[in-house]
Nanobody
Framework: VQFVESGGGLVQPGGSLNLSCTAS????????MKWFRQTSEKERELVAS????????YYSDSVKGRFTIHRDNAISTLYLQMSSLKPEDMAVYYC???????????????WGQGTQVTVSS
């Protein structure tokens, strides 16, 4: 199992970024997929989830209305469109698979290297 996150960078408050996560080693389309984020001060937290076919999504209250999760099962890739970014969104973002949409559980112990999102003027 492998996750490769990309798309992070430095952006000003109010700006946008599009993250990608390419997964391999498992049947991508058979799992809920999730984005998590972590900082040095906080434990890893669930940001957004998407169901197997993409028809159902979940967002944490802190990102609802600003982030959009979607997936392309044909190329085993998960996306996170982030807009109206705030300094508190600054973190390393990771993806993982899961069996449930709404819990913070994840399926694989393997994590990718993550992608750093920095929000600063």
């Amino acid at each position: 199992v492998q996750f490769v996150e990309s798309g992070g960078g430095l952006v000003q408050p109010g700006g946008s970024l599009n993250l990608s996560c390419t997964a391999s080693g498992f049947n991508f389309g058979s799992y809920v997929m999730k984005w998590f984020r972590q900082t040095s001060e906080k434990e890893r937290e669930l940001v957004a989830s998407i169901s197997l076919g993409g028809g159902n999504t979940y967002y944490s209250d802190s990102v609802k209305g600003r982030f959009t999760i979607h997936r392309d099962n044909a190329i085993s890739t998960l996306y996170l469109q982030m807009s109206s970014l705030k300094p508190e969104d600054m973190a390393v973002y990771y993806c993982n698979a899961a069996s449930s949409l709404y819990s913070s559980n994840y399926y694989f112990k393997t994590w990718g290297q993550g992608t750093q999102v920095t929000v600063s003027s």
